[in-house]
């Protein structure tokens, strides 16, 4: 069975600009969680998508919002990238809220 | 506020000891908690599931102990490999605000040496 895969690995963009991540659950995982995990800062919770809908998100600015597709899968996009964006990007899957969770192995987005 | 700590920070130890990790959290009324393991620019990988009506859950050489009265949980590791140098992460589930949310500790850093 397929593992949580993210795409891209990593992702060089400009101050100012647009990103985008990608997330594929494990199949028959409906609930998709991301996490950012910045230098020195530990993981920190973004946001839980469950059933196409965002159900509640973490400490951070309208600039980072998302999606959750009819097939589970789900975006994370970045607007107006900062410097400080520049973190291990990591999305998570389980089958429904609060059980086990399984971890991609990341998006690196580096902000020059 | 959950917040969540993890000692010691950093760990060093000789091939085959037996070792213990400790995680602690403020918030008692907790789903469950999980560990994880974490090797550089890796993404984590899922060691164990305790769920809050549990006192304990095995996988192999990984014990997990959990006691939410006390707001405490500690990772065993028997017989310590090289293969087993990772940063040990501890995360918990709680309701409220933080309803979906794994809340996680800052790590463990693990060094076995042959």
């Known amino acids: 069975e397929a593992g949580v895969t993210q795409s891209p690995t990593h992702l060089i963009k400009t101050r100012g600009q647009q990103a985008t991540l990608r997330c594929s659950p494990i199949s028959g995982h409906t609930s998709v969680y991301w996490y950012q995990q910045a230098l020195g800062l530990g993981l920190q919770f973004l946001l839980w998508?469950?059933?196409?809908?965002?159900?509640n998100r973490g400490n951070f600015p309208p600039r980072f919002s998302g999606r959750q597709f009819p097939n589970y899968s789900s975006e994370l996009n970045v607007n107006a990238l900062e410097l400080e964006d520049s973190a291990l990007y990591l999305c998570?899957?389980?089958?429904?809220?609060?059980?086990?969770?399984?971890f991609g192995q990341g998006t690196r987005l580096t902000v020059v | 506020k959950q917040e969540v700590t993890q000692i010691p920070a950093a760990l060093s130890v000789p091939e085959g000891e037996n070792l213990v990790l400790n995680c602690s959290f403020t918030?008692?009324?907790?789903?469950?908690l999980q560990w994880f393991r974490q090797d550089p620019g890796k993404g984590l990988t899922s060691l164990l599931l305790i769920q809050s009506s549990q006192r304990e859950q095995t996988s192999g050489r990984l014990n997990a102990s959990l006691d939410k009265s006390s707001g405490r949980s500690t990772l065993y590791i028997a017989a310590s490999q090289p293969g087993d140098s990772a940063t040990y992460l501890c995360?918990?589930?709680?309701?409220?605000?933080?309803?979906?949310?794994?809340?996680f500790g800052q790590g463990t850093i693990l060094t076995v040496h042959p």
């Open positions: 995360a918990v589930r709680a309701g409220g605000t933080s309803y979906g949310k794994l809340t």
């Open positions: 918030d008692s009324a907790i789903y469950n």
């Open positions: 998570a899957s389980s089958r429904q809220v609060n059980t086990e969770a399984f």
């Open positions: 998508y469950d059933e196409g809908e965002e159900r």
